[in-house]
């Protein structure tokens, strides 16, 4: 199925509902929790989810969903996550990654690194100019969503402290090319949209399947 197609397929308020859960999970969701999330009977969820699997929107998997494994465990559930591959569309057609892919290509190849970090930095600062101060995780995490880095809270094991882990790499499509170069270049970016003295910081702490950066609190606001 294209691009248009696939997307197409959200039009539909309860499919793009249960899509929308799904993503946000991070993990595999039944159809039963996906039902009740959407509020819709599982027969119905089950139908639509698979629809946006055969769209290539959500991949499939089954797993016993109670736990237990041996007699009595009872039958392997399907499960859904968001798809790993990108959809986009752009009428007339345009290839805005190839263009990314070769200015980071010659960027890296021309030791470009920390003038790209300065120009990110700058465009951070800008954003936050225009949005306002970022003063706590929640305002953060509303910039952060508005940007499509899907961030949700995660306590630090360490610490104990909040911080904001990112489901979603804006920049993923190049940055898997291009690491050391567009990871820096993404946590410039944030660091100018969080303040360099503000009470939030942005740093490098790269998690499989995730943003490379992780935010949290400044070292000068803990307790």
């Keep these: 199925m294209n691009d248009i197609d696939a997307i197409a397929l959200l039009q539909d308020p309860v499919r793009r509902r249960l899509y929308e859960y799904v993503a946000a999970q991070g993990r595999e969701v039944g ?8 509020g819709v009977a599982r027969t119905l969820a089950a139908h639509h989810l698979d629809r946006l699997a055969e769209a290539g ?10 736990g237990r494994s041996g007699p009595g465990a009872g039958r392997p559930a399907k499960v859904y996550t968001r798809a790993g591959a990108e959809r986009s569309v752009s009428l007339p057609a345009r290839d805005y990654r190839t263009a990314a892919e070769l200015l980071a290509e010659a960027a890296e190849e021309a030791g470009l690194d920390a003038g790209l970090g ?4 700058r465009r951070g600062e800008a954003l936050r100019a225009a949005a306002g101060p970022c003063g706590d995780l929640a305002r953060a995490a509303d910039l952060l969503a508005a940007r499509g880095y899907e961030p949700y809270p995660e306590r630090a094991e360490d610490s104990g402290r909040e911080a904001l ?9 190049v940055a898997e090319h291009f690491p050391p170069l567009v990871c820096g270049m993404n946590l410039a970016l944030l660091e100018g949209l969080l303040g360099a003295d503000g009470p939030l ?5 790269p998690r499989p399947g995730e943003c490379c950066v992780v935010v949290e609190a400044s070292k000068n606001n803990h307790d």
């Design 201 to 205: 910081r942005a740093r490098m702490d």
């Design 165 to 173: 882990r990112m489901r979603n790499c804006p920049f993923h499509a």
């Design 118 to 121: 300065a120009a990110a930095r």
């Design 57 to 66: 929107l959500l991949e499939t998997g089954s797993r016993r969903l109670t």
């Design 31 to 38: 159809r039963n929790e996906a039902a009740e999330a959407a």
